[in-house]
């Protein structure tokens, strides 16, 4: 159930009747996360950076991060991988920081 938010770098932290609290994959802040565990789409909003939406929303969003992200985070990757950020700006890849 909230399998593509823990993959984005959501930590659970609580849980309060229909929802599931913890700290926000794009702002970092502690217990500031909401899902509703009862809507179709798991709607989710961050009460600090004021994101919300629902899972189409929350890959948008990642997408959108991490290509802002990339540049700066792309040398290791470029590195290691043998393949030229030119390669990797043309495919869309994208850098998603978790926030600690």
Same mark, same amino acid.
Request: charged share 25%; with cysteine.
């Given at each position: 159930?909230?399998?593509?938010?823990?993959?984005?770098?959501?930590?659970?932290?609580?849980?309060?009747?229909?929802?599931?609290?913890?700290? $926000?994959?794009? @702002? *970092?802040?502690?217990?500031?996360?909401?899902?509703?565990? #009862?809507? %179709?789409? &798991?709607?989710?909003? $961050?009460?600090? @950076? *004021?994101?919300?939406?629902?899972?189409?929303?929350?890959? #948008?969003? %990642?997408? &959108?991060?991490?290509?802002?992200?990339?540049?700066?985070?792309?040398?290791?990757?470029?590195?290691?991988?043998?393949?030229?950020?030119?390669?990797?700006?043309?495919?869309?890849?994208?850098?998603?920081?978790?926030?600690?």
């Amino acid at each position: 159930m909230l399998t593509i938010f823990l993959q984005m770098g959501f930590i659970q932290q609580k849980q309060a009747s229909n929802h599931v609290i913890g700290r $926000c994959p794009f @702002c *970092g802040k502690d217990e500031h996360f909401f899902i509703n565990t #009862e809507s %179709a789409n &798991k709607a989710w909003d $961050c009460k600090s @950076c *004021g994101l919300s939406g629902g899972y189409k929303k929350l890959l #948008e969003t %990642a997408v &959108k991060i991490g290509k802002e992200n990339f540049a700066a985070n792309s040398k290791a990757l470029v590195d290691n991988r043998k393949i030229s950020a030119f390669t990797f700006s043309k495919m869309d890849v994208g850098f998603l920081p978790v926030k600690k």
